[in-house]
């Protein structure tokens, strides 16, 4: 592994880049999205030898994992961080073994001098178009209120709820509950089952911080013998096709997206980074937002 530099023979096209991918798990039907996307960018098609860990959503584990791309001798580190925190010794051992780290997805907290690009989206502005819709939808009537919280300390849980708590702010709508549901469907099926026993049928409605969490929700609210999208109504992000389904069928109200399709601008990003090329410190890809009725219509063309 040559430090930095041009290798020889100029262009670079010709040569193998190794990347050692750490992705969070598999938690979601968003995160099994990104992961096919990632794959299918880092093809050896495409000139790459990817080396793939997926660290079951812990923390410990995906530090573990970098640092064995270290050891490894990787040309190139992408790190989908599942905390925000705890990442600043690894990262300096990369830097020291001249190893480049790009950021997907989420990022992190550690000093920016420590990787080379995060590309991303945007989510406290997810957030808030979330709780913009919910402000100008129930924001005058007095509305109880329960969130699906993804996993704590995440870039992505985070920045939604700064978003989103900005937006209801002086609103009519009250939080009764808001608890983590680690972005997974089991976990939103029981954090929901719990939202109910307490507090019954006073919940008006609900944000999930993502789908999953939303899907997982409407088996509790089902069993609990009230309609979804009625009686309590709900709001998520990511937009995946489980997602847009249940939307487009009247059981979810309002989904902001978050686009999972990173892979080829992060290997775009990688292969620059590798080559010597300078790149910009961060890449936010846009995201929309659906209804129901613009759910039925983009359904048909989802991709993923
Ligand atoms: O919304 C959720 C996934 O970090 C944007 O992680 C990602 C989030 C996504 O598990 O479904």
């Not at 099994?32 to 923390?59: I, R």
């Not at 069993?223 to 847009?244: Q, R, S, Y």
Request: charge should be negative; glycine fraction near 10%.
């Amino acid at each position: 592994c040559a430090g930095g530099g041009s290798t020889a023979g100029g262009g670079g096209d010709d040569k193998v880049i190794t990347v050692g991918f750490a992705q969070t798990g598999s938690e979601s039907g968003w995160r099994s999205a990104n992961t096919e996307s990632m794959k299918t960018a880092f093809s050896e098609a495409n000139g790459f030898n990817l080396v793939f860990n997926a660290a079951d959503n812990k923390p410990e584990a995906q530090i573990a994992a970098v640092r064995s791309f270290i050891n490894q001798g990787v040309d190139a580190i992408v790190l989908a961080p599942i905390v925000t925190d705890g990442w600043d010794d690894v990262l300096k051992e990369a830097k020291d073994a001249n190893i480049p780290v790009i950021l997907e997805d989420r990022t992190v907290s550690a000093s920016e001098d420590l990787y080379a690009s995060w590309v991303g989206l945007d989510f406290e502005k997810e957030g808030e178009t979330a709780g913009k819709w919910v402000a100008d939808n129930f924001g005058k009537t007095p509305t109880n209120l329960v969130v699906l919280e993804g996993t704590t300390g995440s870039s992505a849980a985070t920045d939604r709820a700064t978003g989103f708590n900005d937006a209801i702010k002086g609103t009519d709508i009250t939080v009764l509950d808001s608890q983590t549901g680690n972005f997974t469907r089991a976990e939103g099926k029981t954090v929901m089952e719990g939202f109910l026993q307490k507090y019954g049928s006073q919940i008006n409605l609900l944000f999930a911080h993502n789908d999953d969490m939303g899907l997982g929700a409407l088996d509790a609210i089902k069993a609990a013998g009230l309609k979804p999208g009625t009686d309590i109504k709900i709001v998520t992000i990511d937009a995946v096709k489980d997602g847009m389904t249940a939307l487009a069928d009247g059981e979810f109200n309002y989904i902001v997206e978050c686009n999972p399709l990173l892979g080829e601008k992060v290997a775009e990003v990688v292969k620059k980074v590798v080559a010597g090329e300078s790149v910009d410190k961060q890449y936010i890809v846009e995201d929309q937002a659906f209804d129901q009725e613009q759910a039925k219509a983009a359904l048909p063309d989802r991709k993923y």
